[in-house]
């Protein structure tokens, strides 16, 4: 099978808890990675401030999951030996040969897996609790550069227009000097994860050079050599990525997009995508953000770049195997999103082997410790009405 090399980097900018000024900057941690550098499953960051503290722990048994809370200042560092206990690593990883329903005794059904309630993380029952599952990248054949307008989630099963390449289950290693995850996948497929926590808050040196606070943590996500089989030749591909956004039993979302404020160095695009989380009633104070914005090639140029456009999945009764659903049940969680994000537009020139592109996704808990635009979100009678 013909493999055409192609790189796709995600940029994943997560803004922490508070801002520059007059805010000391958040203490960090040490990472926690379990059970080993060579065979990780789970790595745990902790960042602590004089206001709260951010967590953010990766799963990377079954589907690939990024954890996301926030906590209270009183939260403390935990010690590798002192989070392994937390952990029931027989259920985990799924080597429990007797597994009962764990929600077996729930006056409700639930649709539980067996490694539910196999970690424990702080914060995760909060309002401000959620996670990321990189589901598959998904080769889509788009003969007629229609793009979005094109990509059907129902018609996935069509195999002349869909291929879905599945994340879970690879090997990965981590390089804990430069904080660095790498997998290399069937077919040729690698996929590196670098972490930056920086000392100053600044604009990144790299398109699209969003701003950043002192207190923000940048995920690279880079995928390479991504095998395209469909039609190979006519260069009519398209990558979609497939991500699910689970929340926790507290929190509730939504999604929208906007206008944005900080576009001098991306021209082109005028709308950032929100998806806004708070405590199922009616104000929303926690969001994650991102510009629609790819570049095809490493040299970050605004004129090697197209759009991303996102396609929503709609809503998700099960939550993904892994350490989302070690954590939550379709009972805590509910109306999880799924979302495709579809690189490329309708009518350009470069939909075929996407070979770099930006995601930049901030996540606020309290608006006023967002760098961008402070935002509360009012929900009434169907109609969403946003103050700054």
Same mark, same amino acid.
């Given at each position: 099978m013909l493999l055409v090399r192609a790189a796709l980097?995600?940029?994943?900018?997560?803004?922490?808890?508070?801002a520059d000024d007059g805010i000391p900057p958040r203490q960090k941690c040490d990472v926690i990675v379990l059970p080993s550098a060579d065979d990780p499953k789970i790595i745990y960051y902790q960042l602590k401030?004089?206001?709260?503290?951010?967590?953010?722990?990766?799963?990377?048994?079954?589907?690939?999951?990024?954890?996301?809370?926030?906590?209270?200042?009183?939260?403390?560092?935990?010690?590798?030996e002192e989070?392994?206990?937390?952990?029931?690593?027989?259920?985990?990883?799924?080597?429990?040969?007797?597994?009962?329903?764990?929600?077996?005794?729930w006056?409700?059904?639930?649709?539980?897996?067996?490694?539910?309630?196999?970690?424990n993380i702080p914060g995760q029952d909060g309002e401000f609790a959620f996670a990321l599952t990189f589901n598959s990248l998904i080769e889509f054949y788009d003969s007629h550069s229609?793009?979005?307008?094109?990509?059907n989630p129902k018609h996935l099963n069509i195999s002349s227009l869909y291929s879905s390449y599945s994340l879970a289950d690879l090997k990965w290693t981590f390089n804990k000097d430069n904080n660095?995850?790498?997998? *290399?996948?069937?077919?040729? +497929?690698?996929?590196?994860?670098?972490?930056?926590?920086?000392?100053? @808050?600044?604009?990144?040196?790299? %398109?699209?050079?969003?701003?950043?606070?002192?207190?923000?943590?940048?995920?690279?996500?880079?995928?390479?050599n991504f095998p395209y089989q469909l039609h190979i030749g006519n260069n009519a591909s398209r990558l979609v990525l497939d991500v699910t956004i689970v929340h926790g039993p507290l929190s509730h979302g939504i999604l929208m997009s906007r206008f944005s404020r900080d576009d001098e160095y991306t021209p082109s695009i005028f709308i950032t995508y929100n998806y806004l989380f708070?405590?199922?009633?009616?104000?929303?104070?926690?969001?994650?953000?991102?510009?629609?914005?790819?570049?095809?090639?490493?040299?970050?140029?605004s004129t090697k *770049?197209?759009?991303?456009? +996102?396609?929503?999945?709609?809503?998700?009764?099960?939550?993904?195997? @892994?350490?989302?659903?070690?954590? %939550?049940?379709?009972?805590?969680?509910?109306?999880?999103?799924r979302v495709f994000l579809v690189m490329g537009t309708e009518g350009d020139d470069n939909n075929a082997n996407p070979n770099y592109v930006t995601w930049l996704v901030y996540f606020s808990n309290l608006c006023q410790y967002t760098p961008i635009a402070c935002c509360v979100v009012y929900v009434s009678n169907d109609s969403v009405v946003v103050e700054y």
């Open positions: 980097v995600l940029a994943l900018v997560i803004i922490g808890a508070v401030s004089d206001t709260n503290a951010t967590h953010y722990v990766w799963g990377l048994q079954d589907i690939p999951t990024l954890f996301m809370s926030v906590t209270g200042p009183n939260s403390t560092c935990l010690t590798a989070f392994n206990k937390t952990i029931d690593w027989e259920k985990f990883l799924g080597d429990d040969d007797n597994c009962t329903d764990p929600c077996e005794t006056p409700e059904p639930c649709n539980c897996t067996c490694n539910y309630g196999a970690v229609k793009a979005n307008k094109a990509f660095q995850l790498k997998t *290399s996948g069937p077919k040729g +497929l690698t996929w590196y994860i670098s972490l930056n926590v920086p000392t100053e @808050g600044g604009r990144l040196d790299y %398109f699209p050079k969003t701003l950043y606070t002192i207190n923000s943590t940048t995920f690279d996500f880079i995928f390479q708070g405590n199922r009633g009616t104000m929303f104070q926690g969001f994650l953000q991102w510009k629609p914005i790819s570049y095809l090639s490493k040299a970050r140029k *770049s197209e759009q991303i456009n +996102l396609v929503p999945g709609g809503d998700v009764d099960e939550v993904p195997v @892994g350490l989302a659903s070690a954590l %939550f049940n379709n009972c805590t969680s509910v109306n999880n999103t």
